[in-house]
């Protein structure tokens, strides 16, 4: 085992991420744009697959619950979370449609989606993008480093510089908790 490569692949990742001021402007902007999301009594959701559907979830809980500090929720949901919503669209529509219907449904001009993927390439996320603009919501692709094809459809693009997805996925955490931390701390100054 090699666990010391493993570690400092990971920390060369994040240290990309520190050195990018696109980067770094990015999650600003999208921190500040969920900030101004919930001061309009907007809601913020959010989607992947996998792994992504469970950092989806985690972020999600992170904003609805607390992070930090006690405080009031937030309006926050991973669009995965009901499986019986999730198993009958995937049925009778096709999986690619489980986040557009919701979207369809719930989400409002001003809302946010943030849509989580490695690749960039979750045809399923993408086709919410599409009913995102539609509907006038903001959408936000934390993605690896290429973007995808989320990238075209997306209003911000937090791309981590990896190709590798465990790499990957533990940066989108860092990314969701900073932006956590910071919205939680604008929102709710102590």
């Known amino acids: 085992m090699d666990i010391k490569r493993i570690i400092s692949q990971s920390i060369s990742v ?19 744009k969920i900030i101004e999301t919930y001061r309009a009594d907007g809601a913020v959701y959010f989607c ?12 999600a809980a992170e904003l609805s619950g607390r992070f930090y500090f006690d405080r009031p929720p937030l309006a926050a949901e991973a669009l995965h979370v009901n499986t019986s919503y999730l198993t009958a ?27 989580i993927s490695t690749s960039g390439n979750s045809n399923n996320i993408i086709r919410a993008f599409k009913v995102a603009k539609e509907n006038g919501l903001t959408t936000v692709a934390l993605t690896g480093e290429t973007g995808g094809e989320m990238k075209d459809f997306a209003d911000f693009l937090i791309n981590v510089p990896s190709t590798d997805t465990p790499r990957i996925q533990e940066s989108h955490i860092m990314i969701g908790h900073i932006i956590c931390e910071y919205v939680e701390s604008e929102l709710f100054p102590r």
């Open 89 to 115: 669209v995937a049925n009778d529509y096709s999986y690619d449609e489980i986040y557009a219907r919701y979207i369809k449904g719930a989400g409002r001009k001003g809302d946010v989606l943030v849509g």
């Open 14 to 32: 994040k240290q990309q991420i520190i050195d990018s001021p696109i980067l770094n402007t990015a999650i600003a902007d999208v921190t500040n």
């Open 48 to 59: 992947g697959n996998g792994g992504s559907a469970a950092d989806a979830q985690h972020i």
